[in-house]
């Protein structure tokens, strides 16, 4: 298994857990905040695809999938409480635009020069120096967010699935 390998079952990986935490959940649960303040599935999946784009954007990949129009600027991270979340569009079509994300971002991984992963990384990625570092912390970061969507499915009555 070569390091590209291993980043690109990050990725597949990291979609498959977020996949285990929403599939089940109907439209009206996909838009529910679990508490004032927390993101909504809706909002995590819009900001996981418009990361992974702007990733694969980065990194010189041209033609990536587009949002649905108008959330965008929806979706970026803010640092701030989350507001009421709404106005989000067919959850099916957000999960569409993360998983052809995602397939194309892992394409990109299995794809890049075994030498370039130890290049500087091509987009923010905290505690990464090098590339593979970078493209790594963007796994996790699906991971992170498909572990507070755990508390979605808790705060609807949902038993644990993991």
């Known amino acids: 298994m070569t390091p590209n390998d291993l980043l690109a079952n990050a990725y597949t990986t990291a979609q498959k857990l977020l996949h285990v935490m929403i599939d089940d959940l109907t439209p009206e649960e996909f838009s529910r905040q679990p508490v004032p303040g927390a ?12 990361t992974l784009r702007n990733g694969l954007r980065r990194m010189g990949e041209a033609d990536v999938p587009d949002l649905p129009a108008g959330l965008e600027d929806q979706f970026k991270a803010t640092r701030q409480v989350a507001g009421q ?11 569409a ?4 994300c995602l397939e194309r971002f892992v394409q990109m991984v299995r794809g890049l020069p075994a030498a370039s992963l130890a290049g500087p990384p091509d987009f923010r990625g905290p505690f990464a120096t090098t590339r593979a570092e970078a493209i790594q912390f963007r796994a996790l970061h699906i991971a992170l967010h498909a572990g507070q969507l755990s508390t979605v499915r808790r705060s609807l009555g949902k038993p644990p699935v993991l």
């Open 39 to 50: 993101n909504c599935a809706a909002w995590v999946v819009g900001h996981l695809a418009l």
């Open 85 to 95: 979340q709404t106005g989000y569009g067919d959850a099916k079509a957000l999960v």
């Open 97 to 100: 635009v993360f998983d052809a």
